[in-house]
Structure formats: C-alpha cells, structure tokens
C-alpha cells in the first residue's frame, strides 16, 4: 500500500487552506492531479540550466535542451510501454484526439486530389461509419461529430446500460464492414467505469477500421502497456498524472503515424520547403509544428519517474481500495444514488452521484465551504447523463495523495449539505 | 465561507417554493438558455396579459441559485411593462458583476437583493444570470425588445 502521508508531504498545494482556513482536501483529480516538488523542481532546473529552442541552434544549451526533451519522450514512452518515436507530444488530449479526427477529414481532402497519396483507411465518406460509446467525453466525441458533418460519414455509438456499462450485445453490428474508425475512453470520466477496450480494438481491426483509445484517466491510475490496449492511437493527457498543463500525448503504430497526414504544419514538422510545396519529417516531429512544449515534457517525465517510484500496480490497489470505501460509504447515506457501476468490479475510483432534492452545484458548494474540492456538472459528458436520466452529477475522484479520511470529509460535507438544504 | 451569505433565506424559500413555474400557452417569445459548464437549463417566455403588462413563463432544471432567480424574477417582473423588466434586468446584471462590492436598490430589486452574495462565487454568476439573460432573449424574440442592450 502507499504511504498517503510521505506522499501528501510531496505536494505542496496540498498544504493550503481555503474558504477561511479550512484544509484543503482535494478530490478532483480527475479533473487534473496536484503535482509534486519533483514536477514543479524539474520544470524550474531546466528553465534555470537547459533553456533553449530544440531541434535547431548548434549551442550548447539547444543541444542540451534538445537531449532534455528527447529524454524525457523516452521516459513517458517506457512509462506507457512504447517505442520512443511511436509517441507525439500535443498541448493536451484534447489536442491529441483532434489530431488524429483532423487526419481523417485532411486525408479525405487531400484523396480528392490525389487518391493515391492518401491511405485509404484514413479516407471517409457517405456510407461510411465512426463507432464511439455513449460514455464518452466530449473530446472524442465532438471531434468525430465534425468529422462526420465534413465527410459525409455515420456517427454510431456503443450504449450504455442503466448501471454505465457498455451494452456490448451489438458490437458485432455497431462496428461493420461500413466502420472506419473506432474511438473509444478506457475508463470513464464520469462512471468510473473500465471498458474491455481489447475487445472492442479486436473488433475494429476485424473489420479493418481504426482503433482508438482515450486513456486519460487510464494510464495516471493503472498500469497501462499501449500494445495490451490493441489499439492503432492512443491518447492521454500530462496534467492528469502529476505533470504540467500544456502537455499531452499520442502514441500510435508506426504504421497509422505514417499514414496520418499532419494536423498542425509550420516550423520543425517539414523535410523541405520550397515556395510551391512541403514535405514532412517523419512521425514524431510530424505532428510536432512549432517550438513545442520542453519544460512541460521534462515536468512530466518527472512526474512519470514519481509515478515509476510508487508502482503502477500500488497506485492501482490503493485506489482501489479508496474506490470500496467510497463506494461503501455513499452506499449508506440515505438519499444519495451512485451513477456508475455499484461495484468495483472493472471500476476506477472516479465516483458520481446524486443527492436526493439537492441539485449538485449546490452539493459542491456545501463541500467547496468546507474545504472539500469535488467536480460538479456534467464532466463534459453531457449525453452520458441525459442517457441516465440525471440533469449533473458531482464526482469524487481520488488519487495517490488521498486516504479514508479525505472520504470522510467528504461523506460528512454531503451529510451536511443535506440537512443545510433540509432534506435529510 | 459563510453558506448562509450564498444561500439567503429568500433564495432557498423561492428553490423550495417556486412562483409563477410552468409555461404559457400562446407565447410571444420563448428563449431555452443553459449554463454548459453545469448543465442548468432554463425556458423563459413572455405573453403580453389582457391589460398589456407582461405575462411571464417558465421551466427549467437545475441548482438553487439559478432555479429561485428565475422564481423571483417572475415574482418582480409579471405584469409589470418591459422597460420596467429592463430597468431591473440592468440592475441585476449590474449587482452580479459587482464582484460583492455592489450597493443593491432595494426598491429596485426587490427580492433579488437576495442574491448580492452570489456575486462573491464567480462559478455560481452564471446560475443567478441564466433566468435574466434568456428573459432578455424572449423578449426579443416577442418583438418587445429590439436590440439587446449589453450591460
């Protein structure tokens, strides 16, 4: 098990008080993770040491820069099992599943002009099917339906059942010899849920689509190896596993890289320009235009190299255990209905719920008084909760510096906001 | 944090007791506003009444701040006339971007006095906002309205 109180002592935000003195405890992790001195020092030491432009300059500084962030790819590569080359550093995930939706609709454009140049998988049009799930975040779902409106394709969707499991009865007919693409989230923002992604990527590929997967709050809060998912893409975002803001990641084949025509072009992506025309520098530095994001790579590496020290299987059986607890305890307050799986069963330790005559922005506000930091609304998943029928949510989600007692804190803001609002 | 300067007594009697909810049957203008950071949804509708005053309507779901503005706008604004609800709309947008500092007119905003605490949470000026913005919005659908005077 981790030790919860050396790790906390790590976080210096963790120290803080708010709403007039009262300790923060911070329960929203999913929505981004706190980060420790090793993160927050990293950062600092290479703007102190290493600053300068990478992947250009024959100084000393822009080829230790350049060693920093090349680095730091091998690290977070190694972290997630993969090749350093096969991983492409974007601003966020967000950035990372726009990338991969804008090849599709770029090579859809450029096939009308030379078909032959374009990888035809890539390449949609009327007829033509995206399968995503009812589950997921509005960054892979959004980008598929501008896929959609611009190519002419379908836009389907995995349901879900009243629990916030995929209904997988209709894969088999969801992902047909029509489906181009298959996008779907690891373990959901908002239901904790874990989907078996390898069947689904299975299925993608039996059909010889493209298979996706949105590892976001996957791979901060479990072991994750890119080649176990069975996916073509993967995509997952730095400040959600102790790194910075600003930096998130794609991993993909070497295959599927090749193929995909760049999203963002400019500076550091080319081979050779001429007035007329361009061609591009192989995947990873493709996908990479413009001076990218070094001291945010070299934080998150040391975030990695944080998460390294701990364990992944650690991490994953802590939360685990918290996942029980909390599960346990909303269990038995009266009024309050978890959304998402009941069990920890193929769970995470993201927990939504309700609270009987209470909306839960007002939920949030009685726990934010006490110090106590949830996420209220609908976790831009917006469908997933029309689908369960519930206008929002609020969410707890821990990670590697919460305890019991945190849940504590919680569980007691949610007894109290019920008998502020007097419906309890 | 004080959560009885948020949740004045006025605020939580109007979330529990709602004035005026429900939807006209022949509106001039109806306007469906929702605040996407949290989901809070409101349809507002304006009627002119058999004496020419406003005849207001609404429905919506959502958190106590932004379900009880509704609920006291209705209650200050039906039956009265549209530069009326435009001289009150002005001042609780005004109140709202007061950042807390702001000096409230009662005798303006009645009830909506309540919500001079709302103005120290940013997060929760959308939820008091939304009932007021979509008003706005159906009255220039009515026609009542012509431009939307930016505060």
């Not at chain 1, 991983?87 to 991969?100: P, Q």
């Not at chain 1, 298959?182 to 904790?192: A, E, M, P, R, Y």
């Not at chain 1, 909760?385 to 949610?414: K, W």
């Not at chain 2, 007119?105 to 309540?114: H, N, S, Y």
Request: hydrophobic share 45%; charged share 20%; with cysteine.
């Amino acid at each position: 098990m981790l030790d919860v109180a050396a790790i906390k002592a790590d976080f210096p935000i963790l120290d803080s008080t708010v709403r007039g003195g009262q300790p923060l405890v911070y329960l929203d992790s999913g929505a981004t993770s706190q980060k420790p001195r090793a993160v927050l020092d990293a950062e600092r030491s290479y703007y102190e040491h290493t600053n300068a432009a990478v992947h250009r300059g024959a100084h000393a500084l822009a080829e230790a820069a350049t060693d920093a962030y090349e680095a730091a790819r091998s690290v977070i590569a190694g972290f997630v099992g993969a090749r350093p080359d096969a991983l492409v550093f974007t601003k966020n995930a967000t950035e990372s599943l726009n990338l991969v939706a804008y090849a599709c609709s770029n090579a859809t454009a450029l096939a009308r002009e030379d078909a032959g140049a374009i990888d035809p998988r890539l390449v949609l049009g009327p007829g033509d099917s995206i399968v995503i799930t009812e589950m997921e975040h509005h960054a892979n779902l959004v980008p598929w339906q501008e896929v959609c409106r611009k190519t002419g394709a379908t836009l389907r969707w995995l349901p879900l059942t009243d629990e916030g499991r995929l209904d997988l009865s209709g894969l088999d007919t969801l992902i047909d010899d029509s489906t181009k693409v298959v996008s779907v989230v690891h373990q959901s923002n908002i239901l904790g849920t874990i989907n078996p992604v390898r069947r689904i990527m299975d299925r993608a590929h039996e059909v010889g689509a493209i298979g996706v997967v949105d590892a976001c709050q996957s791979v901060p809060h479990m072991p994750v190896d890119v080649h176990e998912l069975g996916a073509d893409l993967v995509a997952w975002s730095g400040h959600k596993m102790l790194g910075p803001t600003g930096i998130g990641c794609l991993w993909g084949t070497p295959d599927i890289l090749a193929a995909m025509p760049p999203f963002l072009t400019g500076g550091s992506m080319i081979e050779m320009v001429t007035m007329e025309r361009s061609t591009f520098a192989p995947a990873p530095q493709k996908f990479e235009a413009g001076t990218p994001m070094v001291a945010q790579a070299v934080g998150l590496a040391a975030g990695v190299r944080y998460l390294e020290a701990l364990g992944m299987s650690a991490v994953a059986e802590h939360e685990h255990a918290l996942a029980t607890y909390t599960l346990d305890a909303l269990a038995a307050l009266p009024g309050v209905r978890i959304i998402g799986p009941q069990s920890t069963i193929d769970r995470g330790s993201a927990i939504s719920f309700v609270v009987d005559g209470l909306h839960p922005h007002d939920v949030g506000q009685v726990l934010d008084s006490r110090g106590v930091a949830v996420r209220v609304g609908h976790h831009c998943a917006w469908p997933t909760c029309r689908r369960l029928n519930v206008p929002a949510t609020t969410r707890i989600s821990p990670y590697i510096y919460n305890d019991t007692d945190d849940i504590d804190a919680a569980v007691a803001g949610i007894v109290a906001a019920q008998r502020f609002f007097g419906v309890a | 944090m004080d959560l009885e300067s948020l949740y004045q007594d006025i605020i939580l009697d109007h979330y529990k007791h709602p004035r005026g909810r429900g939807l006209l049957e022949h509106p001039l203008g109806s306007a469906f506003h929702v605040n996407p950071t949290c989901g809070d949804e409101i349809t507002m509708q304006v009627a002119r009444d058999a004496d020419g005053g406003l005849e207001l309507g609404y429905d919506g779901q959502g958190c106590s701040i932004s379900q009880a503005s509704a609920s006291v706008l209705v209650e200050l604004l039906e039956g009265g006339t549209v530069e009326h609800s435009e001289a009150v709309r002005l001042a609780f947008v005004a109140l709202m971007h007061a950042q807390g500092a702001g000096e409230p007119d009662e005798e303006v905003l009645g009830d909506a006095i309540a919500f001079a605490g709302v103005a120290k949470f940013p997060a929760r000026v959308k939820c008091a906002l939304l009932a007021w913005m979509a008003l706005q919005d159906a009255e220039i659908q009515a026609g009542l309205l012509t431009t939307g005077e930016q505060p």
